[in-house]
């Protein structure tokens, strides 16, 4: 079995910055992709943040310059580093992971995090 667990939501004021850890636990043997995203209320969940096996990363247009997607291969976590802090920010961050596991190496297996509520105020 193969568990996220997410940390690291809080309240923070408009300006602020916020750091996310998503840690993996469980019978892996690689993680492939890690990825964070977010679900605003009246809204649809959207991909925020992705880093790769090889370290290429993505992120929407709504968070480039602002949020940063480093990872710690050695804790099998990767954080969301989140600066200037807009109310439109405002959501649950969910972390997704695609891993292989030990054993099984040749099949790849999604999870989700439970989800951590970021506020920000103005």
């Known amino acids: 079995q193969v568990q996220l667990v997410e940390s690291g939501g809080g309240l923070v004021q408009a300006g602020g910055s916020l750091t996310l850890s998503c840690a993996a636990s469980?019978?892996?043997?690689?993680?492939?992709?890690m990825t964070w995203h977010r679900q605003a209320p009246g809204k649809q969940r959207e991909l925020v943040a992705h880093?790769?096996?090889?370290?290429?990363?993505y992120y929407a247009d709504s968070v480039k310059g602002r949020f940063t997607i480093p990872r710690d291969n050695a804790k099998n976590t990767v954080y969301l580093q989140m600066n200037s802090l807009k109310p439109e920010d405002t959501a649950v961050y969910y972390c997704?992971?695609?891993?292989?596991?030990?054993?099984?190496?040749?099949?790849?297996?999604?999870?989700w995090g439970q989800g951590t509520q970021v506020t920000v105020s103005s």
């Open positions: 997704y992971a695609e891993v292989t596991v030990q054993a099984m190496e040749h099949v790849s297996y999604a999870y």
């Open positions: 469980g019978s892996i043997f690689g993680i492939k992709a």
């Open positions: 880093i790769t096996t090889g370290g290429s990363t």
